[in-house]
């Protein structure tokens, strides 16, 4: 396929708001790729040149895609500055930029146009090649090769090949609608990506099962398994508010363990190779070169995948720190000094394979048991305290010694026959029971920053309140939930600064807001929040067509900020509108 005419669907995308109508023309384009590019065409649909567990990626510093533009345009870089803090976008303004370059070259050479027709795998490589260049004279290197590129290409493949090295095409399109078109394209019937979700769920590789799709068919996608090294996209739970409504959700049984209050980790083991992913699917293998050297001085098999909890651990007291402590340990730098200012310990919780057995589909207590078999238990790695309850007074004692021993909270987990790992689903067969904060609510939110507004006074030159809002995970839109200018350090706020800084954009067409924010984000940071109350309210767009009143959403009043980053939870992890619409009903 010609990249240009993956392009022109990309700028079809933009342009529509509909998801019905945003998988057809999607659909469409995919329905033309063969099966060597389609792998590579749903990573550069997703505004990436490989799953996210790879860790490669092409994200280039703004000033250097500001050179290699102003390279292959032959205007000033103070020129192109100037052009790119007037539109607010990289692609537009290469877009732009280019459209004028090519019609003057038109001009002055009656028709010669210097445009190469290039393939979509031709980019793929080219955009490879850029993100792998290290060592010294890497950015003159990267420069060139952008430049030279940029120069050779349509104005509106400029504009997504600038996109792309920006990290995000900005057409709103996420993986879920990706495998609804993919499913389309190939069987016909958008209603298969359930069995696509499914296989994407169990690798979170976009590239291994389109390519599966399109050279094995349907039937070989819904035999896909886990596999080694491939994360598995975890398992969340839903909320609830007391031990009488836990016990409910399980029939008056279910199995409690400590909510340690840490880092979730999926760890991948095959002899010595062993890695680590994040909840969000990340490689944070090499943050953690102790939790390695745990693990393989533990293990009594050579090849599984297990699930727990990194703390921040004082081994002299024995006691579990609080997150920040631990959150400090993901860095890329000054490692050795780390793991010695802040030791950890491991809680585990899981099983997903071992044997060279999927585990996903086993019954907890029986994961359990595997888990046992798997591991020895250490100073440094533990398994996580559990019990089996049966009324709600042994949760509630359960709940107050987990507090006093410096974890969050518990969960409840299912012990029934169906009490399977739920891949990538926030299901009822976990639930979590958290403790109030000093609030009136006794949850908090992950909600991820829509907008902001300048600050005044004290707050002049950063942003002083920030719009926040929720996911609708069936619409794939982010909805408006509070406004928050609470609970903000001035470093919180330098620090808000600089990372919101080069995700500033036009309103993304995934926001649904009434409110009309003076500045709209690319929706990537996920924070924590609190607050007093949920409300009605006209403003915000929160679980609005829930209500009784289609007019109504639900607003959060007297938002707080904790303190605490998410960024191990991907836009799409955050708190649901569902979510919040339970706790309304149940305040
Ligand atoms: P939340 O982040 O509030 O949605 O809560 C779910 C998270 O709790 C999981 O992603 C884990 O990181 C964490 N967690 C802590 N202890 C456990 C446990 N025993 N079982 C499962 N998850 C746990």
């Known amino acids: ?29 995919l329905a033309k790729a063969d099966e060597k590019e389609i792998g590579k065409i749903s990573l550069l649909t997703l505004g990436k040149l490989y799953p996210d567990f790879v860790g490669i990626e092409l994200m280039l510093a703004e000033k250097m895609a500001i ?42 050479f009656t028709g010669q146009q210097e445009i190469e027709q290039y393939d979509v795998l031709e980019i793929w490589k080219i955009l490879d090649n850029i993100a792998k260049i290290t060592g010294e004279g890497s950015t003159d290197k990267k420069i060139r090769i952008l430049s030279g590129l940029l120069s050779k290409v349509t104005s509106l493949e400029a504009r997504y090949i600038s996109r792309l090295i920006a990290g995000n095409l900005r057409t709103g399109v996420a993986a879920q609608l990706l495998l609804e078109a993919l ?16 296989a994407y769920n169990r690798c979170s590789d976009i590239e291994f099962v389109s390519t599966i799709l399109y050279e094995e068919g349907l039937e070989v996608v819904k035999q896909i398994e886990v596999k080694l090294f491939s994360p598995i996209k975890v398992m969340l739970a839903q909320r609830v508010s007391s031990s009488e409504e836990l016990l409910e959700r ?28 994040s909840r969000s699917t990340e490689n944070i293998t090499n943050q953690f070169p102790d939790v390695i050297q745990f693990i393989n001085d533990s293990a009594s098999k050579d090849e599984f995948i297990i699930e727990g909890e990194i703390v921040a ?46 585990r996903l589909d086993s019954a907890y207590l029986e994961r359990r048991e595997t888990l046992k078999e798997i591991i020895k238990e250490s100073n440094d790695i533990r398994f996580s305290h559990q019990i089996l309850a049966e009324n709600s007074d042994e ?53 991820v920053i829509m907008g902001a507004e300048y600050g005044k006074g004290k707050r002049a030159g950063k942003y002083g309140a920030f719009l ?72 915000h767009s929160c679980s609005r067509g829930f209500m009784e009143s289609n007019l109504e959403g639900l607003a959060l009043r007297f938002p707080r900020f904790t303190g605490r980053i998410v960024d191990d939870k991907a836009p799409e992890q955050a708190t649901t509108n569902d979510e919040i619409r339970t706790i309304y009903l149940k305040q």
């Open 1 to 29: 396929m010609k990249f240009k005419d993956l392009c022109q669907c990309y700028y079809n995308l933009e342009n529509t708001q509909k998801k019905l109508e945003m998988v057809d023309i999607l659909a469409e384009t």
């Open 67 to 108: 050179k290699s533009l102003a390279l292959a345009t032959g205007k000033s870089e103070k020129a192109v500055q100037s052009s790119l803090e007037k539109i607010g976008d990289l692609g537009k303004t290469a877009h732009n930029l280019l459209e004028n370059k090519t019609q003057s070259t038109l001009l002055a």
């Open 183 to 198: 499913s389309k394209a190939k069987t016909g019937d958008r209603e298969n990506k359930e069995f696509l979700e499914r």
């Open 250 to 277: 399980f029939n008056g049984s279910c199995s409690l363990e400590y909510k340690y209050d840490g880092l979730r980790v999926q760890i991948h083991k095959k002899n010595k190779d062993v890695r680590l992913f």
């Open 313 to 358: 651990f004082d081994h002299e007291k024995e006691t579990i720190l609080p997150f920040q402590n631990v959150s400090q340990r993901k860095r890329k730098h000054d490692i050795d000094q780390k793991i010695s200012e802040i030791p950890v310990r491991v809680y585990l919780f899981d099983v997903l394979y071992s044997d060279l057995k999927s």
């Open 395 to 447: 949760i509630d004692e359960f709940f107050h010694q987990a507090i006093k021993d410096s974890c969050e909270g518990i969960m409840g987990k299912s012990i029934g026959e169906d009490s399977v790992y739920q891949a990538g689903a926030r299901g009822w067969n976990w639930v979590k029971y958290k403790a109030g904060y000093d609030a009136q609510l006794s949850d908090s939110f992950d909600l």
């Open 468 to 539: 926040l809002g929720c996911y609708d995970k069936i619409e794939g839109v982010y909805q408006t939930f509070t406004k928050i200018g609470t609970g903000f350090t001035d470093e919180d706020l330098e620090f808000f600064f600089k990372e919101l800084k080069p995700l500033v954009r036009d309103k993304p067409k995934e926001y649904q807001s009434d409110i009309e924010s003076s500045i709209w984000f690319d929706p990537k940071i996920v924070i924590e929040v609190t607050g007093d109350e949920i409300t009605r309210s006209r403003l």
